[in-house]
């Protein structure tokens, strides 16, 4: 498929709609990304045609439905590069696979070990750690940042040391957009023996990564980022990992055997997957990697890019604006205006059709760092165009106006 903005924006329904009466501009796309008719169909085919619960049945209903998800764990494999299918395990989305890595690690830390963060982090990427360490008295570390929102590396090389168990950080920051050196940050970690998840919720969307390449041991994300449902997402671990974490959950799917004496636990992925799994949820998402694919993600980057300049250098236009975030970045923009409340812009902006996110984006610790309430963030896909960015800085400037 060749980039044609105007074809791919037939794809996507919801944006033919109008809120409060203008088209909708959707530059929410960092909290959730819209979906293609094509996924719609999926879920729509699913409960219309071969629902059934998978795995344990005989039936040609249930085989199909089993076909149809194990497929998609092929997919998704295939996609992000993984050595085997079963090192996908198919999640709720990226908390719970953060959080089933963090419930692991109880009973492989112990007192005084180290789990190092960073400051750029969601709070979805910083509470289970907080939690993990109450638990096991290993110690949270963060790697510090600067003005521009770009991660110390010399600080990262010093926080590390033989007590480093865990490396955790996100590849894109969601609340700055700043893309993380994550080749470097799992390069480090592996020299001193600690073990490193990356969270991939904000860049999977825009960067295709080759997890074998990365040599990651950790990898999680959600599939609405990338057009796909809410409710699934993937965690994956090098096998090696599989084998040696607990179980999170107990239940159905995940055992060999089971006795009042004794269970024996399933091999992976399903050991990590109890209880009946988002079925038609994994099934579209699979379907959604299908239509990301198609399009191409160095035509998706390229797009993204012409977006993210062309809207940076509008809004700079606007006098007293400040944007957060201005190194390496993805297609995320951070700003506030001089002496007016972001969630007041955001307010304005809606009456106007335009979503923005408004906010501290679940990460407290970098407004603390700005010494703000929060920001405005408009979060550009490759379905936006340009024009919703004129649509964008007109509406912002109508706001400021209305504000001052
Ligand atoms: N990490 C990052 C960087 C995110 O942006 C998000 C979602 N905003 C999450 C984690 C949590 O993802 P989910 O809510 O899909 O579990």
Not at 2 to 15: A, V
Not at 176 to 193: C, D, Q, Y
Not at 210 to 216: H, P, R
Not at 286 to 297: C, Q, S
Request: charged residues 20%.
């Amino acid at each position: 498929m060749s980039f044609d903005i105007h074809n791919i924006r037939k794809d996507f329904p919801i944006l033919s709609r109008k809120v409060n009466g203008y088209p909708l501009v959707y530059l929410d796309n960092a909290a959730t990304s819209q979906k293609p008719q094509q996924v719609i169909d999926a879920i729509v085919d699913y409960y219309s045609n071969y629902n059934a619960n998978i795995h344990r049945g005989v039936h040609s209903l249930s085989q199909e439905a089993t076909d149809a998800y194990e497929a998609a764990r092929h997919k998704i494999q295939n996609h992000f590069n993984a050595k085997t299918a079963c090192e996908i395990i198919f999640t709720a989305g990226t908390t719970q696979g953060i959080n089933l890595v963090a419930n692991g690690f109880a009973s492989l830390l112990n007192k005084g070990d180290e789990i190092i963060v960073s400051a750029l982090e969601h709070h979805s990427n910083i509470v289970p750690w907080q939690m993990l360490c109450e638990k096991t008295g290993a110690v949270l570390r963060v790697i510090p940042m600067n003005e521009e929102g770009t991660l110390l590396m010399d600080e990262y090389y010093n926080l590390l040391s033989d007590k480093t168990k865990l490396v955790f950080v996100n590849h894109i920051s969601n609340a700055l957009g700043t893309i993380n050196p994550i080749e470097e940050i799992i390069e480090k970690a592996h020299s001193v023996g600690a073990a490193v998840l990356i969270d991939g919720a904000q860049s999977c969307s825009h960067i295709k990564p080759n997890l074998q390449e990365l040599n990651v041991d950790f990898y999680v994300t959600s599939a609405h980022k990338m057009c796909g449902p809410t409710g699934v997402g993937i965690l994956y671990m090098k096998e090696e990992w599989g084998n040696k974490l607990p179980p999170y959950q107990g239940g159905g799917e995940m055992i060999a055997e089971v006795s009042f004496e004794k269970t024996t636990y399933a091999g992976l992925p399903h050991k990590f997957e109890a209880g009946t799994p988002n079925i038609c949820g994994g099934i579209a998402f699979g379907v959604a990697i299908d239509y990301l694919n198609a399009i191409g993600f160095d035509a998706i980057e390229a797009h993204e890019n012409e977006l993210l300049t062309y809207a940076t250098n509008k809004l700079l236009e606007i006098e007293g604006l400040r944007i957060y975030g201005t190194g390496q970045k993805t297609s995320v923009i951070s700003f506030n205006i001089e002496d007016l409340h972001p969630y007041d812009i955001g307010t304005i902006v809606d009456k106007l059709g335009i979503a923005v996110r408004t906010g501290h984006h679940c990460a407290q610790p970098i407004m603390e760092f700005y010494k703000i309430p929060g920001t405005v963030r408009a979060s550009f896909a490759f379905y936006n165009t340009l024009e919703e960015v004129d649509a964008l800085v007109e509406a912002v400037k109508k706001a400021k106006m209305m504000l001052s």
